[in-house]
């Protein structure tokens, strides 16, 4: 059973950072890739970024490029978000998620498994 926690949310203000993490248990991930969703109260459910497992290979939205980065460390099989430029648009639920297929999608189909999220809230 593959399990993914997210941790690392929390409160920042305008123009700050947080650094999320995602650690994945429950199988080996070397051909799935990762990535990052985000949901805003009322909104759907959108992509943030995404990280293949070997390459490695990155995606990002146009929102949050520039602004974020997508990392990963194999050995702990563990892979990040490091959020910079934070603005109170960012504020959001922000969930990880493993695809097995490692296409490397913004399609929230794709993805196959899901942590539980975490609470990112920017003031202004």
């Known amino acids: 059973q593959v399990q993914l926690v997210e941790s690392g949310g929390g409160l920042a203000q305008a123009g700050g950072s947080l650094t999320l993490s995602c650690a994945a248990s429950g199988r080996a991930f070397s051909s799935y890739s990762m990535g990052w969703f985000r949901q805003a109260p009322g909104k759907e459910r959108e992509f943030v970024a995404a990280?293949?497992?070997?390459?490695?290979?990155?995606y990002y939205a146009d929102s949050v490029k520039g602004r974020f980065t997508i990392s990963r460390d194999n050995a702990k099989n563990t892979f990040y978000l490091q959020m910079n430029s934070l603005k109170p648009e960012d504020t959001a639920v922000y969930y990880c998620?493993?695809?097995?297929?490692?296409?490397?999608?913004?399609?929230?189909?794709?993805?196959?498994?899901w942590g539980r999220g975490t609470q990112v809230t920017v003031s202004s």
């Open positions: 998620a493993a695809d097995r297929f490692g296409t490397m999608t913004s399609q929230l189909a794709n993805y196959d498994y």
């Open positions: 990280i293949s497992w070997t390459g490695p290979r990155t």
